[in-house]
């Protein structure tokens, strides 16, 4: 059946469009947890890129760790500005509450050529929940700040983004819709690794990126604005996404 042309059906003697419904259920195949959770996808690319089986889920099992432990730091990492780690952190939990919004409805699924994950609502409203807590937060946390967030926020934060994208199957979508958490993470890497390995130079002024701009000389309102601006290009493009496969 060609997409988007609905089939004839033989009813009597006359000729019928079945439903849309009907449609989506007779070519619609549902995945167990174990067959959906083997499979990776990226951005703008309908098809997952790989699928683990057998003693490869090892592998599986070994990138969710990472996903969730570098989430979590990589927030840590960009908490050093008032608003800085929750603006982005909103950004981002955005996005991904889309993708799980979108998810958990059969016909939006197949017409966006995603992958259809049955509760993914749920995840849908505790992405929003969190976005909600976070500005709420900002409300008091913007420079100059009355309240600060700490590891133990950060952490958690960054913990429920990488879950979320892991169960969403979109780890590739939280790198790019999270890009600047990314680079945070790459900026302190990079200076350890200078540091340690080329007779104590540096790459930057200082680690994590955003105080490299605060000794050139930015204010920290003006790094919090650009680093915003970024991530709300990266989440945008992460939106596109969904569309363009």
């Known amino acids: 059946m060609v997409p988007g042309v609905a089939e004839k059906v033989q009813v009597g003697t006359q000729l019928a469009s079945p439903t849309a419904k009907e449609q989506i259920e007779s070519v619609s195949t549902q ?38 432990t570098g989430s979590s730091n990589a927030v840590n990492f960009t908490d050093g500005l008032d608003g800085l780690a929750a603006g982005c952190v909103v950004l981002v939990a955005g996005v991904l ?3 799980a919004f979108f998810s958990n409805n059969i016909e939006m699924s197949r017409y966006l050529n995603i992958l259809y994950i049955d509760g993914a609502g749920e995840i849908a409203v505790f992405l929003s929940a969190t976005m909600g807590a976070c500005l709420g937060f900002l409300w008091y946390n913007g420079h100059p700040a009355q309240v600060f967030m700490g590891d133990t926020g950060s952490l958690a934060l960054g913990g429920i983004l990488g879950v979320a994208a892991v169960l969403l199957r979109r780890e590739v979508l939280l790198a790019l819709v999270g890009g600047i958490f990314v680079a945070e993470t790459l900026s302190v890497i990079l200076q350890v690794a200078s540091y340690k390995l080329r007779d104590k130079k540096r790459i930057f002024l200082c680690a994590p990126l955003h105080h490299h701009f ?18 709300l290009l990266l989440a945008v493009i992460g939106a596109i996404s969904l569309k363009i496969q």
């Open 31 to 68: 995945l167990s947890t174990s067959e959906y959770m083997t499979q990776y996808f990226v951005p703008f690319l309908k098809d997952p890129v790989i699928q683990l089986t057998g003693g490869l889920t090892i592998i599986g099992i070994i990138l969710t760790i990472f996903v969730i």
């Open 214 to 231: 605060e000794y050139k000389g930015w204010p920290e309102t003006k790094v919090v604005l650009r680093f915003w601006i970024i991530g």
């Open 97 to 99: 509450a889309l993708v």
